[in-house]
T-cell receptor
Framework: AQSVSQHNHHVILSEAASLELGCNYS??????LFWYVQYPGQHLQLLLKYFSGDPLVKGIKGFEAEFIKSKFSFNLRKPSVQWSDTAEYFC?????????????FGKGTHLIIQP | DGGITQSPKYLFRKEGQNVTLSCEQN?????MYWYRQDPGQGLRLIYY???????QKGDIAEGYSVSREKKESFPLTVTSAQKNPTAFYLC?????????????FGSGTRLTVV
């Protein structure tokens, strides 16, 4: 079965620090990759997604992620975080072909930005 | 505005009762999904439906049931057989089944067993 591993469950950073959240997936075939964010009290929002093409994907709010197929990774980055980035971040994977549908999520990373 | 509506936002259930969570979308999406979110567990797939009158079990379907009689609606019933139903439930939809065109999520229902 597919699985998604997020390396850090809790991350605490100061404002203006650089951020990198790790994500690895287990499936060796063609995948679609997503990062979602859940701000306190709000529903899941899509930060960015990768389907094909340029492995460096830019999303909203200054976030980007790089797909490295050889490492089965899709790490999320932001050069300078803000207090408003405090949230729960989820990496997710889906098949692009047949088989089981829906998204497989990692367990999430709770990011706290200290002012 | 198009989107997904989940109701109620908060739901309390007594032990041994069945409860039904509502999910409605006006996005004309083919596929709909139910996820359960627990602290430290991420989101886990309960059931999904790729087309009207068809649905499939996800990773944790035991103790749950669904129906898909209309394209817009995908209600989830949490039965008394579900041993640990207290959780946050999220409904989602997507425009193409299995093609990864992106998913839209509802705002969730928090179910508490009392």
């Amino acid at each position: 079965a597919q699985s998604v591993s997020q390396h850090n469950h809790h991350v605490i950073l100061s404002e203006a620090a650089s951020l990198e959240l790790g994500c690895n997936y287990s499936y060796g075939g063609t995948v679609n990759l997503f990062w979602y964010v859940q701000y306190p009290g709000q529903h899941l929002q899509l930060l960015l997604k990768y389907f094909s093409g340029d492995p460096l994907v830019k999303g909203i709010k200054g976030f980007e992620a790089e797909f490295i197929k050889s490492k089965f990774s899709f790490n999320l980055r932001k050069p300078s975080v803000q207090w408003s980035d405090t949230a729960e971040y989820f990496c997710a994977v889906s098949y692009s072909g047949g088989g089981a549908d829906g998204l497989t999520f990692g367990k999430g990373t709770h990011l706290i930005i200290q002012p | 505005d198009g989107g997904i509506t989940q109701s109620p936002k908060y739901l309390f259930r007594k032990e041994g009762q069945n409860v039904t969570l509502s999910c409605e979308q006006n996005l004309n999406h083919d596929a709909m999904y139910w996820y359960r979110q627990d602290p430290g567990q991420g989101l886990r797939l309960i059931y999904y439906s790729q087309i009207v009158n068809d649905f499939q079990k996800g990773d944790i379907a035991e103790g749950y049931s669904v129906s898909r009689e209309k394209k817009e609606s995908f209600p989830l019933t949490v039965t008394s057989a579900q041993k640990n139903p207290t959780a946050f439930y999220l409904c989602a939809s997507s425009i193409r089944r299995g093609k990864g065109y992106g998913y839209t999520f509802g705002s969730g229902t928090r179910l508490t067993v009392v």
